[in-house]
Structure formats: structure tokens, C-alpha cells
Nanobody
């Protein structure tokens, strides 16, 4: 069993930056592919970014490419999402997710088997 706890969300203005953190329990964090997803009110949960278990491969949604950076520190069982140049359309609940089975980086939420409780990010114009 893996538990994921997100932190770092908040209310910011357009153009500001935030860093989200997600800390995992368990001793096998370093073998998991990790991802960030987000869900805005009335919309489907969508892929934001993902990182391979060693951190050598990263993937981003086109909407955040160049503004967001995903990284991980396996010694701390933590994955990060650095968000810069935030826009009002980035407003959503952001979820951390872990894929303990697939092994390769996926952008599909159905491939992730553990999820955090989410952290709210609100960007005002």
C-alpha cells in the first residue's frame, strides 16, 4: 500500500510561481513512475506531467510545457511540480499519482494505481 500526500497549493496571481510537493510512504517509491494530474470544476481529470522512476524521462501536457517542471528526490520519497508563469486556466485541484506496475511513463490516468487527496491551486487574473 502506498499513501501519497500533496502540499504546496494556494492562491496566487497570474504570472506567479508555486511548487507542489508529493511525499509517498513505502520503501519502493524509487521504482514508481510518478505523475501529476489536475481537475478543474466541471471538467475531466487531465494529465499534467510525469517522470520515470530514475527521473531521466519527463513528459508534459502541451498546455504546461515550458512553464511546469516535474522532478523527484528518491531519497526523500518526494516528487515535485514547479509551476511558473501561472495562468487563471491553471486553476484546479492538483493530484499526485503513482504507477507501481507499468514501469513505463504513461499519460493515462487509468495506468496509475495510487492517488493523493489533491491540493487546490487557484490563479487570479
Amino acid at each position: 500500500q502506498v499513501q501519497l500526500v500533496e502540499s504546496g497549493g494556494g492562491l496566487v496571481q497570474a504570472g506567479d510561481s508555486l511548487r507542489l510537493s508529493c511525499t509517498a510512504s513505502g520503501r519502493t517509491f524509487s521504482s514508481y513512475v510518478m505523475g501529476w494530474f489536475r481537475q478543474a470544476p466541471g471538467k475531466e481529470r487531465e494529465f499534467v506531467a510525469a517522470i520515470s522512476w530514475r527521473g531521466r524521462s519527463t513528459y508534459y501536457a502541451d498546455s504546461v510545457k515550458g512553464r511546469f517542471t516535474i522532478s523527484r528526490d528518491n531519497a526523500k520519497n518526494t516528487v515535485y511540480l514547479r509551476m511558473s508563469s501561472l495562468k487563471p486556466e491553471d486553476t484546479a485541484v492538483y493530484y499526485c499519482a503513482a504507477d507501481s506496475l507499468l514501469g513505463s511513463v504513461s499519460t493515462e490516468k487509468s495506468d496509475y494505481d495510487y492517488w493523493g487527496q489533491g491540493t487546490q491551486v487557484s490563479v487570479s487574473s
